[in-house]
């Protein structure tokens, strides 16, 4: 089969490869669409350290069943599929209780660390445990469904936050992440939602998908200005989308006292963390990783219509170009959110 391969950092390779055989509670998907993550154009490079090659990446996706295992239970041939980027063991406490992002045997599709080699979906075939598969609702294409993965993300830290009707937000960062939890935060109620971005088209995409207000990261004296659209106060929840030391202190700079922080991004793995302010303002934090069941709420959010993932979506392109296009994300090209690849 054809897969792009990470063959080494910033060198990525479309070529054959062996295709995968399933075990007995395996499923072979025929992947249809892929989507690009910002975490595979930052790990393209190896800072992340999350992605040494020889590596396929991809886990942002969906398909067609294409076989079965023979202990395979409710997937057949040719059923329309995505599934969880998170391969959890099932058995561990923290699967158990439902905390399936937590697993003390976590893997990750596409990724490869220190600790495991895990290939991904950016190839024709992928073989996958069949607990994590999930069936796709009819109207729900294969492009949007290979936005579940983010949309499941956005709704853990969502569900991670006490949302109440008419609070106020900031959502620090409007790229996928932070889209789709503005969309969601105008569902939960939120009479005001901020956005806040280095870039005037992300802000503006912003406020067609649900915010009330964009204010650009450069601006002068900005969490005075979120304070100021906020009523005074500052806000009630703030969400860092983003993952470094000016989004992180802009979120909690912009908090009235008792408020909510979530932290999502974490584009760098350290940043300065205003101490003092979160204790004197009494800040409660809560770190989201990945998602934890959300896959079914976000297929029905899409599949209502209630969710719109589409003007996400940048560009869909062939798999055999994809090394093009991760350089075109790397060097930030105007214009461009969500790539998705079709092999």
């Known amino acids: 089969m054809k897969a792009l391969v990470l063959k080494k950092y910033n060198e990525l390779i479309y070529e054959d490869v062996p295709e995968p055989k399933i075990e007995p509670e395996e499923v072979l998907l025929r992947i249809k669409a892929c989507a690009v993550c910002g975490s595979d154009v930052h790990g393209m490079d190896g800072s992340t350290g999350r992605r040494i090659p020889p590596v396929i990446m991809g886990h942002e996706a969906s398909g067609v069943v294409e076989t079965v295992g023979e202990k395979v239970t409710g997937f057949t041939k040719g059923d329309r599929v995505t599934f969880d980027s998170t391969i959890y063991c099932g058995k561990c406490r923290f699967c158990r209780s439902g905390r399936i992002n937590l697993c003390d045997n976590r893997k990750v599709l596409g990724v490869s660390c220190n600790d495991y080699r895990q290939n991904g979906a950016f190839a024709e075939y992928l073989a996958l445990p069949q607990h994590i598969v999930k069936l796709l609702p009819e109207k729900v294409t294969f492009e949007e469904a290979a936005l579940v993965e983010p949309v499941a993300v956005a709704l853990h830290a969502v569900n991670r936050t006490p949302v109440t009707l008419n609070d106020s937000a900031v959502v620090v960062g409007a790229g996928t992440i932070g889209l789709l939890v503005i969309q969601l935060l105008r569902l939960g109620g939120c009479r005001r939602i901020i956005a806040v971005d280095t870039l005037q088209q992300r802000l503006e995409l912003a406020r067609k998908l649900g915010a009330t207000d964009g204010v650009a990261a450069a601006a002068d004296d900005l969490p005075g200005q979120i304070n100021k ?93 994809g090394a093009g296009w991760f350089q075109r994300l790397y060097r930030k090209e105007p214009g461009l959110i969500k790539v998705i690849l079709t092999p």
């Open 229 to 321: 659209l906020a009523g005074g106060q500052g806000v009630d929840l703030a969400f860092d989308a983003v993952g470094i030391t000016t989004a992180l202190q802009t979120a909690v700079a912009s908090l009235r006292k008792g408020g909510h922080l979530t932290l999502i991004g974490n584009l760098s793995s350290q940043a300065e963390f205003p101490l003092q302010s979160v204790v004197t303002k009494e800040l409660s934090v809560n770190g989201s990783c990945a998602s934890a069941g959300e896959y079914d709420a976000g297929l029905d959010l899409l599949a209502r219509g209630a969710l719109d993932v589409r003007p996400l979506i940048s560009a869909v392109q062939p798999l055999a170009e």
